[in-house]
C-alpha cells in the first residue's frame, strides 16, 4: 500500500497494530455516526413533528439548535474531564445516556418536553466527541490525522444522509416517533460494543502535569491554534446546520418541489458532505493546513450563495439538485482543522482542545436553525432568512484571515 493512503503508518507493530488501528477507527465512525443521527434526527423529520406538535418555525429552530447549546457546555466539561477517563468510559457515559435519553424522547409531547430533552441528550453526546478525538490521536500519527479525521467527520455526514435517506422514509411510514426509538436502541449498542472493543493507544502523551481543571483551559487557549480551530469550525457547522434543516423546506416553499422528493434532496447533501470531507482530509495531509481551513471558508461562502439563489429565481429540479450536491463544500476543512489541532496540541492536550474548538461548531448549529427559524417567523421569507447564512460566513472568512496572516500577534504555539 502506497505510503498516500497508509492510514497506520509509525504504529510500530506492522500487522496487529495496523489490523487494531482500523478496528478504532471503525469504533469512532460508528460513535461519530451515533451522535449525528442523534443530533439531526429532528432536523430530518422536522416538518412531521412540526405538524404532529404544532411547532411554529421558530419553535422548530431552537428545538433543534438546543442540542448544540447543551453540547457545547458539555465540552467545556468533559474537554478537561475527559483527559482523565478513557475512550470506552467516555463512549459508555455519552452513547448510553443518549441512547436511553432517545427513547424517552420518543414519547414527548410538548415543546418544552422536547427542549428540555434534546438540551440533556446534547450533554451526553458531547462526551462522544472527546472519546473519538482520544482514539485518533492516540492510534494515528499527525501526518495521518488529516485523512483519518476526514473519515470520522465523514461519517458524521453519511449519519445525517442516513437520517434523510432512511430515517425519513421511515418515520413517514410509521412516526417520528418509533424513528427516534430505533436511533435509541442503535445508539445502545454501539454503548455495549465499545466497552468490549475500545482500548488505548500506543500514541499516548504523558499527562501535563501543568494542566488541570481550569489550567487545561489556560493553557489550550494561550495559542491561537485553538481560536482558528473554532472560527473554522463555527462556518463549516453552520452550513451543516442551515443546509440540513432549511434547504428542504426552502425547495418546498420557494421552488414549489413535491415533499415527496426531501429524502433524494437530502441523500445528495449527506453525500456531497462525505466526499468533500474526504478531499479536504486528504489535501490536508499533503498542503498546509491552514491553506486548507482558508480554503474552505471559502467554499462554504460560494455554498451559502448557491442556497441563497435558490431562494431568489426559479430553477429546474436537476439544477436544485446540483445546488444540493454543492453544499458539502462547507464542509471542505474539516479534517484539516481537527488535524491542525492534533498537531499543534499533541495526544494529551489535543482531544481537548478539539472539544474547546467544536464549542465553535456547536454554537453554530444553535444560532444557524434558531436565527434563520427567527428570520422565517418575521419575514416569512427564505431569501431573508439565507442572507443571514452568507452574511455569518462573509464574518467568518475575515476572522479567519486576520488570525492566519503571518505576523498574527498571538502566539502561534
Known sequence: MSSSIDLTEGLGKPQVGKNLAILMLCMAVLGEMCLAADFYGFASVLSLVSGDLKLSASEAGLIQGAFGVSYALGLLYWAPQGRKMSSRTLYLIGLGGSGILMIVQSYANTFAELIILRLIVGFFDSAVWIGSM??????????????????????????????????????????????????????????????????????????????????VIAQVFKSKWVWVGILAIFGDLFSIAACATWVIPAYIKAQGMSPAMAPTIGTIMGLSQILFLLIGGYLSDKLTRPGIIKTGATLTLISALLCLAATIWPMHLTVLMLIAALCGLGVFSGGAIFSLIGEKYGSDLGPSAAGYAEMGGMLATFVAPALMGALLTMTESFTAAFWSFVIVEVLVIIALGALLRPGSAQAAH
Do not use: C, E
Open 134 to 215: 482520544k482514539i485518533i490521536m492516540q492510534w494515528f500519527v499527525p501526518k495521518r490525522q488529516g485523512l483519518t479525521m476526514g473519515i470520522i467527520l465523514g461519517a458524521y455526514s453519511l449519519a445525517i444522509t442516513a437520517d434523510f435517506a432512511l430515517g425519513l422514509p421511515y418515520a413517514m411510514g410509521n412516526s417520528w416517533r418509533a424513528f427516534f426509538m430505533v436511533l435509541g436502541i442503535l445508539t445502545l449498542v454501539v454503548a455495549v460494543v465499545a466497552q468490549i472493543v475500545v482500548r488505548p493507544g500506543p500514541n499516548v502523551d504523558p499527562l501535563s502535569k501543568a494542566a488541570h481543571g481550569a489550567g
